[in-house]
């Protein structure tokens, strides 16, 4: 009598089938104005469908053609201080003389949606985040899936270059951005990775290593 003995090999159970990231991480990122972070951060969340743009709020006005939702949600004085008031805010600050923030609402739907989100703020913001991290729960996804990355110009001078190459900016605003820059990159060693935008392929490919060194892939 034959035996078939595959019949007594148990079926091995099926992998998870969509390709979520089991744990999605919070992806800051900060580069002084001007560093190329919202050109690299742009084509990353273009070339991956799982990894979402958190929009955050500010009082600027719109430049070029930003759209509101699509690039900033852009509040009034009043609405900005009602958000801060009713503890909206995962973090906010003032930048260049503009209150910016990042609705928690917003990293928290993606992440639970799945994605991996990526917050272009400030140095301030990214500060006041790491701070609050301990005294979250351990389970919650910001705790778990926080990562910070600090992009770099090559140099003062290039760096003024793209800031008037850009063309969205008058003279007065470039000057400031050029001043609050030397500060920014003193915070630079206060980033888990640190990237040079001098050849753009070169830092893109760089940016998504970082990524794939903190998921742990
Ligand atoms: P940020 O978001 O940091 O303010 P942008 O992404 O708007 O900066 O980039 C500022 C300018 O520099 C843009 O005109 C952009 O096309 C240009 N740029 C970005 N990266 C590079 C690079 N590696 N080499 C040359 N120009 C760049
Ligand atoms: P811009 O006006 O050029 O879009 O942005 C100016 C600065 O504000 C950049 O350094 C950018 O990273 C920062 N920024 C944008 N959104 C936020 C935010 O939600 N919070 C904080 N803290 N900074 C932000």
């Given at each position: 009598m034959e035996s078939n003995d595959n019949e007594l090999i148990e079926e091995p159970p099926a992998p998870?089938?969509?390709?979520?990231?089991s744990r999605p991480l919070m992806i800051v990122v900060s580069a002084p104005s001007g560093a190329g972070k919202s050109t690299l951060c742009n084509r990353l969340v273009a070339e991956f469908p799982r990894i979402a743009y958190s929009v955050s709020c500010t009082t600027r006005a719109p430049r070029g053609d930003e759209q509101d939702g699509e690039h900033y949600f852009f509040l009034s004085k009043k609405e900005f201080k009602e958000r801060i008031k009713n503890g909206e805010f995962l973090e906010h600050a003032k930048v260049h003389g503009n209150f910016y923030g990042t609705l928690e609402d917003t990293v928290l739907y993606a992440m639970e949606g799945g994605s991996h989100v990526v917050l272009d703020i400030d140095v301030q913001g990214a500060g006041q985040i790491r701070k609050s991290l301990a005294r979250l729960?351990?389970?919650n996804p910001i705790r778990r899936g926080f990562t910070d990355i600090f992009i770099s110009p090559p140099s003062r001078e290039e760096l003024e270059k793209r800031l008037r190459g850009r063309?969205?900016?008058g003279d007065d605003v470039i000057r400031k951005r050029l001043a609050a820059a030397a500060e920014e990159m003193?915070?630079?060693?206060?980033?888990s990775f640190q990237i040079v935008n001098d050849d753009l392929e070169t830092a893109y490919a760089e940016l998504k290593m970082s990524i794939l060194a903190a998921s742990g892939a």
């Open positions: 998870p089938c969509p390709p979520c990231p729960d351990p389970r063309g969205t900016d003193k915070r630079a060693k206060e980033y």
